[in-house]
């Protein structure tokens, strides 16, 4: 079958575009997987590192609660420390268990294996220290010889922990440089496939280049031998170019090789070209692909200038757009003071927007500070001035002042009733708090109660010896810490009284049987009554 100049042309169209998309097509997959690579420490690495950080952060915070808790003189900060050191616990193994989900290989897990059993080696040991540290403040006077013992145990205790505490430290320092090679080695893939691709585009793209060579060198010389056509028909033709018809379709004689009718063909040969290269472009770009341009060199006189004035112009508005996504992203950064050169004419307002954003940012960062400022002075009335946003951020100042606002309102709920305890009104009612606020609740509930209950006793135990039962004592063991002393002070009290009249009514009853010299003995201070 003879191929027509019209045949050869559409051939070559078809193996350009045919070249083109295995090229794009070829170029994608390669990209594809030259990300998955490199994402690697995106999708996998930071998140480990994050776990890791977090989960040994909380357990050297848990370590500084547990050492505290052996240095606290009373039994109540004690209490408060061992559930510090819980919620702490349960924190760190929370993130510690978080890991699992990024883990990768044999020994990633060894290491963290390593790390659970010394964890679990470590928390274990706790519940000893915190028993030790809590028995060192309840000793009676009877058992303050033991304390000397106890300090000693409590030591040798924490000496025993602390090593394990500083190998788990090392662990998660062992651990976290593994991470971080792993996170090298996908970068160090991600190189790797990188070169391969570029030289399989490369290669693709001299194949595509030989292809289009042979067919264009055919196509040419198709078109030297093509047939001419009338002058008015060119005329014609001409004119639709000039008006942008370049699909014009006429008919060249198979042995003409100078005529204007192949220089015609040739011309929307080029045009064609021209503007497949500009429909081709402008797609590759809107896949986000902004690093391709027009080839210069497939065009020569002015169509080459125009690519490469295209060339310029898409240049310019990427370089543009690069420069400002560098500020919005030191903004994201956290840093509000990077510059952004001031473009000219109607690219200004891009400045308008970029410090427009800058400058509310940096309003609320110096509102929020202010407020900061001003409540540890004790000026908890300020707030943040929500008049002085719009939209999203009158949002966040609304929000950040509700939140404070919350706050004080707790605590001034809490004070009142701490206040009326102090004022002897032991049946004032505590708001009920939502959340973890709730330990709020529990702490004054418990003050409350106790208290109560010590009142009760006290009135319990006077109506008793009333009735004659001189017997009747507080019950200690109902107690505990502070309250417990305060119990065993009041029978102490009342046992000495007792003891005091019990002696005053013996030499009474011998003043009764006639002997008259019976000592008494010296009573202390005001006792000395006699």
């Given amino acids: 079958m003879k191929l027509t100049v019209a045949k050869r042309i559409t051939l070559l169209i078809l193996a350009t575009g045919l070249g083109l998309v295995l090229l794009v097509g070829v170029n994608i997959y390669l990209i594809n997987e030259v990300f998955q690579k490199a994402n690697f420490s995106t999708i996998n690495t930071v998140p480990a590192l994050q776990s890791l950080g977090e989960a040994n952060s909380l357990f050297q915070r848990a370590r500084i609660n547990l050492i505290r808790h052996t240095t606290a003189t009373d039994i109540q900060a004690k209490q408060k420390l061992e559930l510090a050191f819980e919620d702490r616990k349960a924190l760190s193994l929370k993130a510690f268990k978080a890991y699992e989900t990024t883990l990768v290989?044999?020994?990633?897990?060894?290491?963290?294996?390593?790390?659970?059993?010394?964890?679990?080696?470590?928390?274990?040991?706790?519940?000893?220290?915190?028993?030790?540290?809590?028995?060192?403040?309840?000793?009676?006077?009877?058992?303050?010889?033991?304390?000397?013992?106890?300090?000693?145990?409590?030591?040798?205790?924490?000496?025993?922990?602390?090593?394990?505490g500083v190998a788990i430290a090392k662990k998660f320092e062992e651990h976290t440089k593994y991470n971080i090679e792993l996170g090298n080695n996908g970068a160090s893939a991600a190189l790797a496939g990188k070169n391969v691709a570029v030289w399989i585009a490369l290669a693709i793209s001299i194949l595509l280049l030989l292809v289009i060579t042979v067919l264009g060198v055919l196509t040419k010389n198709?078109?030297?031998?093509?047939?001419?056509?009338?002058?008015?028909?060119?005329?014609?033709?001409?004119?639709?170019?000039?008006?942008?018809?370049?699909?014009?379709?006429?008919?060249v004689k198979s042995d003409d090789t100078t005529s204007i009718?192949?220089?015609?063909?040739?011309?929307?040969?080029?045009?064609?070209?021209?503007?497949?290269?500009?429909?081709?472009?402008?797609?590759?770009?809107?896949?986000?692909?902004?690093?391709?341009?027009?080839?210069?060199?497939?065009?020569?006189?002015?169509?080459?200038?125009?690519?490469?004035?295209?060339?310029?112009?898409?240049?310019?508005?990427?370089?543009?757009?690069?420069?400002?996504?560098?500020?919005?992203?030191?903004?994201?950064?956290?840093?509000?003071?990077?510059?952004?050169?001031k473009f000219p004419g109607k690219k200004a307002i891009i400045n308008q927007c970029i410090e427009q954003v800058r400058g509310n940012i940096k309003h609320f960062i110096i509102d929020m500070n202010n407020m900061a400022k001003e409540h540890d002075a004790g000026n908890v009335e300020v707030l943040i001035d929500v008049a002085s946003y719009k939209g999203a951020y009158a949002d966040m100042a609304r929000g950040v002042n509700s939140m404070v606002l919350g706050h004080i309102d707790v605590s001034n709920k809490s004070i009142s009733v701490v206040k009326g305890f102090g004022e002897g009104n032991?049946?004032?009612?505590?708001?009920?708090?939502?959340?973890?606020?709730?330990?709020?609740?529990?702490?004054?509930?418990?003050?409350?109660?106790?208290?109560?209950?010590?009142?009760?006793?006290?009135?319990?135990?006077?109506?008793?010896?009333?009735?004659?039962?001189i017997d009747v004592k507080i019950d200690e063991k109902k107690y505990q810490g502070v309250y417990a002393d305060m119990a065993d002070g009041v029978n102490q009290m009342v046992a000495g009284h007792l003891n005091v009249k019990r002696k005053a009514l013996g030499v009474v009853s011998r003043f009764g049987e006639g002997d008259f010299d019976v000592p008494l003995e010296k009573f202390p201070g005001k006792k000395n009554l006699r």
């Avoid at 708090?433 to 009135?459: C, H, Q, W, Y």
């Fill in 105 to 164: 290989g044999g020994k990633d897990k060894e290491l963290y294996d390593q790390e659970k059993e010394m964890l679990e080696d470590y928390f274990s040991k706790v519940p000893k220290i915190f028993a030790l540290s809590r028995s060192s403040v309840l000793l009676s006077p009877e058992e303050s010889a033991n304390q000397v013992s106890i300090t000693a145990n409590i030591r040798a205790e924490l000496e025993s922990i602390d090593a394990i």
């Fill in 222 to 251: 198709a078109i030297l031998r093509a047939i001419g056509a009338e002058p008015a028909d060119l005329a014609v033709i001409a004119r639709g170019f000039a008006e942008g018809n370049l699909n014009t379709k006429f008919d």
């Fill in 261 to 341: 009718a192949s220089s015609i063909r040739l011309l929307q040969s080029t045009l064609n070209e021209l503007v497949i290269s500009l429909k081709t472009i402008s797609a590759q770009h809107d896949a986000g692909d902004i690093d391709e341009r027009v080839d210069v060199k497939r065009f020569r006189g002015g169509y080459a200038e125009m690519a490469t004035g295209i060339n310029k112009m898409v240049e310019g508005h990427i370089e543009m757009n690069e420069k400002a996504m560098a500020v919005v992203q030191a903004f994201g950064e956290g840093n509000f003071d990077a510059p952004l050169e």
């Fill in 426 to 469: 032991f049946d004032i009612p505590l708001a009920k708090f939502p959340g973890k606020k709730a330990l709020i609740n529990e702490a004054v509930e418990n003050t409350r109660s106790n208290i109560k209950a010590f009142i009760a006793d006290m009135n319990e135990m006077a109506k008793q010896h009333e009735l004659g039962d």
